[in-house]
Nanobody, 116 residues
Framework: QVQIAESGGGLVQPGGSLRLSCTAS????????MGWYRRTPGNQRALIAS???????DYAESVKGRFTISREKDRDTAYLEMASLLPTDTGEYYC??????????WGQGTQVTVSS
């Protein structure tokens, strides 16, 4: 059974930094993509950043230059370094993994609040 463990959310002042961690375990197949998503006002989950097993990254326009995603491949762990945080970055952040057979699994979410 695949398990996704997320950590690192919290309350931070505007301009501050946070690091989110996501560790996947129990996958029967190799994990191709790991990514972070944020819940939108329409209750969708919008991509914030993703990284493949080849190190190819993708970012939402709103976070380019401020957020950095990285991955410890041997541990199936991904990190999202968030800097210069804005109040608009506030939300529930979810980690998602996709394995080699395109199966997708979601974490439970971690709250990030940017407020003075």
């Amino acid at each position: 059974q695949v398990q996704i463990a997320e950590s690192g959310g919290g309350l931070v002042q505007p301009g501050g930094s946070l690091r989110l961690s996501c560790t996947a375990s129990g996958s029967q197949y190799s994990i191709y993509t790991m990514g972070w998503y944020r819940r939108t006002p329409g209750n969708q989950r919008a991509l914030i950043a993703s990284i493949t097993s080849l190190g190819i990254t993708d970012y939402a326009e709103s976070v380019k230059g401020r957020f950095t995603i990285s991955r410890e491949k041997d541990r199936d762990t991904a990190y999202l370094e968030m800097a210069s945080l804005l109040p608009t970055d506030t939300g529930e952040y979810y980690c998602k993994i996709r394995d080699a057979w395109r199966n997708e699994f979601w974490g439970q979410g971690t709250q990030v609040t940017v407020s003075s």
